[in-house]
């Protein structure tokens, strides 16, 4: 039953989330008229086979990579060596982790995190369930995410193809904006000229091996390697925008980066990420709930304490 009162929800320390009844609401009239468009109600039967691609993509390389820097002792040191000189690196926290510039993950953030929840709340509607509230999470004055509320836990209820699309809804989307960025980001690119030859160096080696996109863009600021997103002063100017691209390409190289990563590690196998409910839809049937559950947790130990053993040792 929804109460004024219940407007605002504290979680300790500096986090409380901000819902509203009559927001969720709005969107459900909005997004039932996007319902009977049938291209994207398409779209999303196919949303089950990327989710469970990519959680098997995202699985493969969070272990691979781990592995490779484990093996590549000078890599595993300079990488053990920057986390050691910057603590708060890596820990996702807007304003906080230097390596997320407040701007421009702010405007990434909103978009990746806006989008997402709509992408559940149609899927919500499509299958006829009600969304009972939308709202925001803060971490103190900093917007650090969304939600969507719907009627209980609509995932026992549903059929598990359903529950695939449910869940798996806001990382198509999410992977849809990183693939639009990153059209973006290279439409600048192109408009890039170099001042210089190590400029030119660096335009060619962007082009050939854009790897650099998958790395927070200001971690390598802070390692002294040079990116066209945070070139040197000079080396570089632009065709259309002249001194004053930075701020576009930086905007774009994080939305690609937020949302390619979000979408990546959102599909991992382990609750409570989005892929956390692949175990339980495709296995519950034959293994029983709690059982599916208990899978989860087990992928959960393994993927997740390499990591921190990793971050933290």
């Known amino acids: ?35 009977g468009i049938r291209l994207l109600r398409k779209l999303i039967k196919a949303i089950p086979y990327v989710l469970v691609a990519l959680s098997v993509i995202g699985s493969g390389f969070l272990i691979y990579s781990l592995v490779w820097q484990m093996a590549n002792a000078e890599v595993f040191q300079k990488m053990r060596s920057f986390y050691r000189q910057n603590p708060l690196a890596g820990i996702g926290v807007v304003g906080i982790d230097p390596l997320l510039p407040l701007a421009e993950t702010l405007i990434a953030l909103f978009f990746a995190v806006t989008l997402h929840e709509l992408a559940h709340a149609f899927v919500l509607r499509v ?80 082009w050939n091996n854009p790897v650099y996109l998958f790395v927070p863009p200001l971690m390598l600021s802070m390692l002294n390697v040079p990116s066209p997103t945070y070139p040197p002063e000079v080396w570089f100017v632009h065709s259309w925008l002249g001194t004053s691209f930075t701020v576009p390409m930086s905007v774009l190289h994080h939305a690609f980066f937020l949302n390619f990563w979000l979408a990546v590690m959102n599909s991992l196998p382990i609750r409570p990420l989005d892929g956390g409910y692949i175990v339980p839809a495709l296995v519950k049937g034959r293994t029983g709930y709690m059982l599916s559950m208990v899978i989860t947790t087990v992928l959960l130990i393994v993927l997740l304490i390499p990591l921190v053993l990793f971050r933290f040792l």
């Open 127 to 206: 299958y006829g369930y009600e969304i009972r509230k939308v709202g925001v999470f803060f971490a103190g004055p900093i917007p650090t995410g969304a939600f969507v509320e719907p009627p209980g836990s609509v995932e026992r209820k549903m059929k598990p193809r359903e529950v695939l699309e449910l869940a798996g809804a806001g990382i198509y989307v999410n992977l849809i904006i990183a693939g639009i960025a990153l059209i973006g980001y290279f439409w600048l690119l192109s408009g890039l000229r170099p001042q210089n030859p190590e400029a030119l160096t660096l335009l060619t080696r962007a």
């Open 1 to 35: 039953v929804w109460k004024r009162s219940g407007l605002v929800t504290y979680y300790p320390p500096f986090f409380f989330a901000v819902g509203s009844r009559r927001a969720a609401e709005a969107a459900s009239r909005f997004l039932d008229r996007l319902v």
